[in-house]
Nanobody
Framework: QVQLVESGGGLVQAGGSLRLSCAASRRTLSRYTKGWFRQAPGKEREFVAAISSSGDSTFYADSVRGRFTISRDNAMNTMYLQMNSLKPEDTANYFC????????????????WGQGTQVTVSS
């Protein structure tokens, strides 16, 4: 059974940084495009960032571009999200996901999901 497990969330002050990790249980997921999504209470799940299987291509939501960096280490079956200059509006539950094909921006096109890690940014 494929599993994705997020870690690294927590409470941080505005302007601070956090690094999220997403560990995959199967090496086969190294062939998948992977992404980060977030969901705040009462809101829909929204795209944050995505990275191609090779790591050569990255994509970001306008709201995080220049502050967040997505990366992956296929040898370690792990993906990361470095979050800098955090804002209170970044507060949400962050999910990692993997897809074989489809739109990277659409959560319905992802095949596997983690359980999420909470990020809270205080003002």
């Amino acid at each position: 059974q494929v599993q994705l497990v997020e870690s690294g969330g927590g409470l941080v002050q505005a302007g601070g940084s956090l690094r999220l990790s997403c560990a995959a249980s199967r090496r086969t997921l190294s062939r998948y495009t992977k992404g980060w999504f977030r969901q705040a209470p009462g809101k829909e799940r929204e795209f944050v960032a995505a990275i191609s299987s090779s790591g050569d291509s990255t994509f970001y939501a306008d709201s995080v571009r220049g502050r967040f960096t997505i990366s992956r280490d296929n040898a370690m079956n792990t993906m990361y999200l470095q979050m800098n200059s955090l804002k209170p509006e970044d507060t949400a539950n962050y999910f990692c996901a993997a897809q074989g094909s489809g739109s990277i921006y659409n959560p319905n096109h992802y095949d596997y999901w983690g359980q999420g890690t909470q990020v809270t940014v205080s003002s």
